[in-house]
């Protein structure tokens, strides 16, 4: 197996620095807009399997070419969720098996936004499942930690732990600070305003996909290994549109802690339009300029990759689980901690981006030794779990599961 990996940021550089420690694949490419960033990658690793070179995601073509001069065989994203479908169509345009951490991009319902899905996450993908299974190619989608060992865990419970499931919902906290910011976040913002003030979607059996307001439904959850109870809400995220296309259940949901603090900040930014892509006229040196206030914000803002050393604490990813077992009810909750004293130890990593990038290595290395087959364009729900979950746990990352877990109430 030879890997393209397509962005050098925080988590594709996690990806190279846990991958390096593998024996699975034969080459790694480290692809990046910024070629400097791509070759500090490699040089960390000091590793000759790695190689470093420059692409730019949004410009197929050029990735199509890549991917024929460096022989690589899989196309593994490591970029923002504008960068899915060019990297996705050079994949199945080269024969290459493609796996991404984030979805094709959603659209709002231009007339009831809060009520009604417009384009979900994940549909333009799909929509090209056809073409994916009739080429015997395999397109792995959302399998990073959220979406990704969220879902691995649903499947795991679906097969293992219930024999009918009224509730799947994937739950999200941290106890995480960062020395010195009183704003900071441990992800791509421009990730971060996507997912949290866009409309939440919702699957119910008997409504299917629906939309609500941002942030809404908050509750209070108590996480596991010392993190302690913090308030979640609905967010858009992909384990919503996938979960119930491969598992049985009466309701998926997916809801975020993000706090009093950081939901203001997302809806004073949203108040100003400092969360609009599109582009914004304003003065330049040389004459007026187009800038996305996006882009502006996430350049303002330090990055995620560099807050390691000034970061304390855990961070949770996992899935809460309600339904029945040999005719009684149970609760449970699979989970993933990562403290990240020790990712900063171990990897030079920070725990929020580790703990994604951990998770896509696991399954290339599961892809690469004929575990995990199929065709098409599938979630990590269309696979069997123990394996991934057993291979987890050699990596030296372990995880966890609360029986009977009560689920605190609705603040």
């Keep these: 197996m030879r890997v393209l990996l397509v962005g050098a940021g925080g ?80 994949a199945h345009a080269t024969g290459a098996t493609y796996l991404d951490m984030a979805m094709s991009m959603s659209r709002p319902h231009p007339a009831d936004p809060y009520r009604e899905c417009g384009v979900k996450l994940g549909d333009e993908q799909f929509a090209q499942a056809g073409a ?99 308030e979640c809400v609905n967010v858009e995220h992909e384990e919503v549109l996938l979960v119930p296309r491969w598992i049985g259940a009466n309701r998926v949901t997916f809801k975020y802690g993000l706090g009093e603090d950081f939901i203001r900040t997302l809806k004073t930014l949203h108040q100003l339009g400092l969360d609009r892509t599109e582009g914004v006229v304003v003065p330049g040196p040389d004459g007026p300029v187009s800038v996305s206030p996006r882009d502006v914000v996430a350049a303002s803002l330090p990055d995620p990759a560099t807050l390691g050393d000034k970061m304390r604490g855990k961070t949770c990813a996992g899935t809460w689980v309600r339904g029945t077992r040999d005719g009684a009810p149970r609760e449970v909750y699979l989970y993933h901690v990562v403290d990240n004293e020790w990712s900063m130890a171990e990897y030079g990593s920070q725990a929020v981006v580790w703990q994604t990038a951990i998770n896509p290595v696991v399954a290339l290395e599961l892809v690469a030794t004929g575990v995990w087959t199929g065709a098409g364009v599938l979630g990590p729900e269309a696979f069997p779990p123990k394996p991934f979950l057993d291979l987890l746990v050699e990596y030296g990352s372990p995880w966890g599961m609360r029986s009977s877990y009560e689920k605190a109430v609705s603040a």
């Design 11 to 90: 988590v594709g550089t996690a990806i190279t620095r846990i991958a390096a420690r593998r024996r699975f694949f034969d080459g790694m490419v480290v692809a990046d807009y910024d070629l400097a960033r791509a070759e500090a990658a490699v040089a960390a690793v000091g590793d000759d399997r790695f190689s470093a070179a420059r692409v730019d995601a949004a410009d197929r073509a050029a990735v199509v070419a890549l991917l024929g001069r460096t022989g690589c065989d899989v196309l593994l994203n490591a970029t923002d969720p504008r960068f899915v479908m060019p990297l996705f169509e050079a």
């Design 132 to 230: 994916w299974e009739k080429a015997g190619r395999l397109a792995l989608v959302g399998m990073g930690v959220e979406p990704g060992l969220s879902d691995v865990f649903a499947r795991y419970a679906a097969d293992e732990l219930f024999d009918e499931i009224d509730e799947i919902g994937v739950r999200d906290g941290a106890n995480l600070t960062v020395d010195g910011y009183d704003f900071a976040p441990s992800f791509s913002i421009w990730t971060c305003i996507e997912e949290c003030l866009n409309p939440p979607v919702i699957w119910e059996r008997d409504r299917g996909w629906f939309t609500t307001e941002p942030f809404s439904e908050p509750e209070v959850f108590e996480f596991p290994e010392g993190i302690g109870p913090v």
